[in-house]
């Protein structure tokens, strides 16, 4: 099995490696202040610098506005970008808006592609996806209060949405919504592309996380659909396909998401050893000198290498083989990395001391914006749950 990197794409890891250190790590004082109007057109600048050097948007084809990186590859770049929180919006490849591009590139019509995915490609708008509803569990998504009723050519939409990251300041949502009610359960639900600034669609609040109370592309909004008419044609994919087409955009995001949390890690790691490295506990010892930092240090490097060797198999199997021979895996990588980060930025944490709870760090920021991964795109207990009800299925069948 040859594990090596290409030299061709370890040099551009390199390259971007550099720019994520020199050109946006220096920004994170500003956002640690909650500035995010203040930061767009510092990020608008760097974004420029991305696009000339043909770095924007690994996640699309080139024929979409991107650079076609393989999956594997992509994993890889999304590593280096997770290092800083605006790496991935930065590279125009930051979610939710690189799952809903994938959409518009698979089902979008030839107009939708044209209004939606063209200036969604290049950067010059921002968009959110809404499925997750207060009022019924979100893990279990195929209950779903919000309706899309037919009237001439028109849906009307009525319902109520939350936690759609990156609603404020998005030019349109992505909408799941009930069109046939009594279909088959996962058939019961369509996606619909809705313009935020449209009659009947509502950002009702900004969700505070964490007390955090988040705006621009780092926020969750609540929204609320009433009386939204738009037409048929803002339909994505089949009536009644929402749910198979949300099921195609995980094993591409989750690759996103876990290599994005593994390039968090290796930061937080470096964080660590240069902390401990430097705090002298007295005359004689510093941090590092404790046997006891020293084993986080290792368990934290072991851990995150473990997870990285199975995330990058995960997506060569995807590459290679399809979705469906990586199911496990898909759902083994989300709650392994997942908490594999929560470990390693808590540890960081208490090896910087009182300092590490303050925002004169980046830890602080990991720590309260990603407690979330293990409950986004599935909890851990179903993806634990999905992988043990086929293993122990495949071991019934055999015995
Ligand atoms: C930061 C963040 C960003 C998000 N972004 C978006 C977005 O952009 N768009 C969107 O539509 N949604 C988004 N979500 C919503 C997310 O997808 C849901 O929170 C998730 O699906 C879980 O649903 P729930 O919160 O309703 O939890 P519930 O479904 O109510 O579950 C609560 C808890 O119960 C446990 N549980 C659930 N099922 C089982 C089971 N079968 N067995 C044992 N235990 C179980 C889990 O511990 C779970 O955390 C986001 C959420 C967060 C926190």
Redesign the pocket.
Known sequence: MDFSIPVDIQTRLDDIRRFVEQELVPLESRLLAADWDGLTDALDEKRSQVQAAGWWAPNLPVGAGGTGASLVELGLISEELGRTPTGHYVFGCQ??DAGNAELLLLHGSEKQRDRYLVPLASGQIRS???????E??????VQMGTVARREGDDYIIEGH???????DGARFAIV?AVTNPDEAKHRRASMILVDCDQDGFSLERNIP?MGHPGSGYFS?GEVRLTQCRVPISQRLGEEGAGFIMAQERLGPGRIHHCMRWLGICRRVVELMCDYALTRQLNADTKLADTQIVQAWIAESAAELQSARALVLETAWIIQEKGFKAARDNVSMIKFITANTLQRIVDRAIQIHGALGVTDDTILSFWYR?ER?A?????????HK?AVARHLLKARARAG
Do not use: Q
């Not at 019924?136 to 998504?141: E, I, T």
């Open positions: 979610a939710p959110c996806f809404c499925m997750t509803e207060p019924f569990a979100g893990s279990n998504p949405k939350w936690f759609a990251t990156a609603a799941m996380v969750h914006e979330a293990r409950i986004y795109d599935g909890p851990d207990e179903v749950l």
